[in-house]
C-alpha cells in the first residue's frame, strides 16, 4: 500500500504528468507482477491527473460549492436573529463571503469583526454571533482562499502571502464602510488581525485574540527527555512539500467518515444545535475544495507549524493605544506562554489574559455561554 501513496506524493512535485506517467508504469512493470501494476496504475493515473486537473476535483471528492453552501446553511439554520448574508468584492475580481449582523437599535456601536482561524469558516460561529449581535453590529467573513470566499493563486512568498490577506481586509473594510473596528481572530485569524492592526492602526479598536497562532519563534532546542522519533521526523521530510489537508483530498469519497471518526468532538462542541453529522459535514467541504488559503498558510509555515515570520518579533510595530484581550482554553495543548511574552512587551498598553476553563482550541465552541460574555465584557470598554 505504501508504494502506490508514494507515488502519489511524488506525482505532487513532478513537473509533468506525461512524463511522470512513463515513469510510473515501467516502475510497476519492472515488478514482474503485470496484472497488479495495471490496476495499481489505473489507480494512480486518476490521482495524477486529479493532482493536474483541479477540474476533476469533485468527480473524486464528493464536494461542490452548492454543497458547501448547503452544509453551512445547515450551520446557520438554528440562528433566530435576522442576518444578511453576501458577497463582498474586494481586487483584483475576488470577494469575501460575509455574514452581517446588524440591527437598528446597535448600528451606531463599533462592530465587531469575526476571523476564523486554518480550516475554519462563518459557520463555525453558529453558536456566538447571536448573542455577541445583541450589543453591536457583527460582521463574520471567510478570509481570503477560504470558505466560500474566492480562492485565488496566492503568493508563495510568506511575506507577500500575508500581504495578501491583510490587503483583502482593509479593502472589505473600504467597501463594507466600517470606520473601525474591535477585531476578533482564533488561530490564523488573530496572526492576520494583528498584522493588519500594526499597518492599520487607526481602524482598530480593540483586539481579542483567541488562541492565536503564529506569535512564538521557533523553538531549536528539544528536552532531553522528549526527543522526537526518527520515523516522525522522516515523515514530516517526507510530507513537508505537500499542503496540510492533501490527505483529506486523497481519500476521496472516504472523507466524510475520515472526519467523522478522527474528530468527533466536534459533533459534541455543537451539540445543543445539532445531533446529526452537520457540522463534521461542514467542516469536510470547507477544507476539501480547490486549496487556496492553505496553500498561503502552508507557504507561511516552517517545520512543525511555527510561523516564518513570528508575531513576536513584529509586535513592537503595534500601536500602543491598541488594547488586546488574549483568550486561551484550560484544556487546549496549544502553548500560552506567548501572551505572557505579550504582556511583558506591551507594559504601557493594556493587556488582558483570560483562561476559559473546560475550554479546548476552539473555545468559542467548547464554552460558547461564557466565551460570549467575556467578549461582551471586553466590548463595553471600548463604547
Not at 224 to 232: E, N, Q, S
Given at each position: 500500500m505504501l508504494f502506490p501513496v508514494f507515488l502519489y506524493l511524488?506525482?505532487?512535485?513532478?513537473?509533468?504528468?506525461?512524463?511522470?506517467?512513463?515513469?510510473v508504469q515501467r516502475a510497476l512493470s519492472v515488478t514482474g507482477l503485470p496484472s497488479l501494476a495495471s490496476g495499481v496504475w489505473s489507480y494512480m493515473d486518476n490521482a495524477i491527473r486529479w493532482c493536474w486537473i483541479p477540474d476533476w476535483l469533485p468527480s473524486w471528492c464528493p464536494t461542490s460549492q452548492s454543497q458547501l453552501m448547503a452544509a453551512e446553511d445547515r450551520m446557520l439554520s438554528c440562528i433566530r436573529s435576522a442576518f444578511t448574508k453576501e458577497f463582498v468584492p474586494v481586487s483584483c475580481g475576488n470577494m469575501l463571503w460575509t455574514l452581517a449582523f446588524c440591527s437598528d437599535v446597535v448600528k451606531d456601536k463599533t462592530p465587531i469583526v469575526l476571523l476564523h482561524g486554518f480550516g475554519g469558516g462563518v459557520g463555525l460561529w453558529a453558536q456566538n454571533v447571536e448573542a455577541l449581535s445583541q450589543d453591536r453590529p457583527v460582521y463574520a467573513l471567510d478570509l481570503l482562499g477560504f470558505g466560500q470566499s474566492t480562492r485565488p493563486v496566492f503568493s508563495t512568498d510568506p511575506l507577500e502571502a500575508e500581504a495578501q490577506f491583510v490587503e483583502s481586509i482593509e479593502q472589505w473594510r473600504a467597501k463594507v464602510g466600517v470606520e473601525s473596528m474591535i477585531i476578533l481572530g482564533h488561530n490564523l485569524g488573530g496572526f492576520l488581525a494583528v498584522s493588519y492592526a500594526i499597518k492599520y492602526p487607526a481602524r482598530v479598536k480593540h483586539l481579542v485574540l483567541v488562541e492565536p497562532w503564529g506569535f512564538p519563534e521557533v523553538q531549536e532546542t528539544v528536552e532531553?527527555?522528549?526527543?522526537?522519533?526518527?520515523?516522525?521526523k522522516a515523515l514530516g521530510a517526507m510530507f513537508s512539500p505537500?499542503?496540510?489537508?492533501?490527505?483529506?483530498?486523497l481519500v476521496g469519497p472516504l472523507g466524510p467518515t475520515l472526519v467523522q471518526t478522527l474528530r468527533p468532538d466536534f459533533k459534541k462542541k455543537f451539540s445543543s444545535m445539532f445531533s446529526d453529522n452537520t457540522v463534521s459535514e461542514y467542516i469536510y467541504h470547507l477544507n476539501v475544495q480547490s486549496p487556496s488559503g492553505e496553500t498561503a498558510f502552508k507557504s507561511m509555515t516552517g517545520s512543525c507549524g511555527w510561523a516564518k515570520r513570528p508575531m513576536l518579533q513584529r509586535l513592537d510595530q503595534l500601536h500602543p493605544d491598541i488594547p488586546i484581550s488574549i483568550i486561551y482554553g484550560s484544556r487546549s495543548s496549544i502553548d500560552s506562554t506567548s501572551a505572557a511574552s505579550i504582556k511583558e512587551m506591551r507594559t504601557n498598553s493594556h493587556v488582558e489574559i483570560v483562561t476559559m476553563r473546560g475550554a479546548g482550541h476552539y473555545v468559542f465552541a467548547d464554552q460558547p455561554y461564557d466565551f460570549n460574555n467575556k467578549v461582551l465584557q471586553v466590548c463595553e470598554k471600548v463604547d
Open positions: 511524488l506525482s505532487d512535485l513532478s513537473p509533468s504528468p506525461p512524463l511522470l506517467s512513463r515513469i532531553a527527555d522528549r526527543p522526537i522519533p526518527v520515523w516522525i505537500f499542503n496540510p489537508l492533501a490527505g483529506l483530498r
